[in-house]
């Protein structure tokens, strides 16, 4: 008989060894310093109203959990009321709550394109769409970034080798790590053309881009070819994601979606938060323009640091080298700023950054503060 290793995880040890000599093994660390890091981009997360209401149901008899999956004993009132809110305010025929955008980006790509199907999917697709991906049955295709000839160039090699299958177009509106936008109205031309779906992810323009906070695909909302997914765990300032649109596309993914049927429900709490995050983008359309005006200083202050140009939250200073990427986020940090470096796998070889990420939790002060320490350090 063969005899086992004496060590068991000398393997998962091996592993992280060779992320040690590159420079790639990630670590926790506690939060510190002014908030140049997180998605909380309309300060909802540490407010007071969304903690208000949280009491508030609390003191209604909210439950604090659900108990079991939607499909037995977990499906709540709260659940259900979220969800006709939810397509009223997006503008879909229906919406689905999930737990979080990855198991929601799980659920319509392992559930929705069925076997001869093909998914083109934008090369900087989130890596939750492509694990749905490789849990589906479709076939898949990677095209160039924001490059709508490359997606039809995709489309057309799949209906030149004669397939009939249904194409769906995977993208992101605002793109996590580089802060620009898909070309939707384009890309929804080309869904029409192939007789396709188009699929957006609108998880960081919500509540900051678009009509009232509705993101940038708002206006596609509606749509037979459309779903759209949102997270209520960044500008929404709770947890959660809705998948938006045709009241089929939901019966579809209450049937199929694994992450829906086979796990338990967000929690009835969590959904009537985040029915008051949307109440917030209603009410209060201040923060939305206080937001952007700050993103408007950073623009102005960073760029001519070497940050990309953009008109989003999101400023990517881009570095190259990971070991000095790494750095220079670790000497902000020391200085108060909590800025964080990104590395490859996340963004491809060779552009290593900074994500710098502009908030209502700091200030334009701040912002300045920011950009004399990075002119210090280079």
């Given at each position: ?19 040690d ?21 309309l300060?909802?997360a ?79 697709v ?13 076939g ?5 970034h ?6 039809a160039?995709?489309?057309a ?16 509106s605002?793109?996590s790590?580089?802060?620009?936008r ?24 919500t ?19 459309v ?6 765990g ?15 596309v ?29 109440k917030?983008l ?47 986020a ?5 200085a ?8 490859p796998?996340?963004?491809?070889d060779?552009e290593a950054?900074l994500?710098?990420?502009i ?20």
């Amino acid at each position: 008989m063969i005899r086992p290793a004496s060590d068991p995880l000398s393997g998962l040890r091996d592993d992280l060894g060779r992320l040690d000599a590159i420079g790639r093994r990630r670590h926790l660390r506690p939060t510190a310093g002014l908030d140049f890091s997180s998605n909380d981009y309309l300060a909802l997360a540490t407010g007071p109203r969304l903690r208000e209401a949280a009491l508030a149901a609390l003191r209604d008899g909210a439950p604090t959990g659900s108990g079991g999956s939607r499909l037995l004993r977990g499906n709540h009132a709260a659940h259900e009321a979220l969800e006709t809110e939810a397509a009223a305010f997006f503008g879909s025929e229906a919406a689905l709550y999930l737990s979080s955008g990855y198991a929601a980006n799980i659920a319509v790509f392992a559930a929705l394109p069925k076997p001869g199907d093909l998914i083109v999917h934008d090369a900087l697709v989130h890596a939750s769409a492509h694990d749905g991906m490789r849990l589906g049955r479709a076939g898949r295709v990677s095209a160039r970034h924001n490059d709508v000839q490359a997606f039809a160039d995709c489309v057309a090699a799949y209906r030149q080798a004669g397939n009939l299958g249904t194409v769906w177009i995977a993208v992101e509106s605002l793109y996590s790590m580089d802060g620009d936008r898909a070309p939707l109205d384009d890309l929804m031309l080309l869904a029409d053309s192939a007789g396709g779906v188009l699929v957006v992810d609108e998880a960081h323009a919500t509540g900051v881009h678009g009509c009232g906070g509705r993101g940038l695909a708002h206006h596609l909302d509606g749509r037979a070819n459309v779903v759209t997914l949102r997270t209520f765990g960044k500008a929404l300032g709770c947890e959660g994601a809705i998948i938006c649109g045709p009241q089929i596309v939901k019966d579809a993914l209450v049937n199929r979606a694994r992450p829906f049927i086979f796990s338990t429900a967000p929690s009835p709490l969590s959904a009537q938060i985040a029915g008051e995050s949307l109440k917030i983008l209603v009410e209060e359309p201040h923060r939305r323009a206080d937001l952007h005006r700050l993103i408007a200083h950073a623009s102005e202050r960073l760029v001519p640091l070497g940050a990309k140009s953009s008109d989003s939250q999101i400023i990517p200073l881009i570095i190259g080298d990971d070991e000095a990427a790494m750095r220079t986020a670790e000497q902000l940090q020391e200085a108060g700023f909590d800025v964080r470096g990104i590395r490859p796998p996340t963004v491809p070889d060779g552009e290593a950054r900074l994500r710098i990420s502009i908030t209502l939790n700091i200030t334009a002060a701040d912002i300045d503060s920011l950009a004399g320490t990075l002119e210090q350090i280079a």
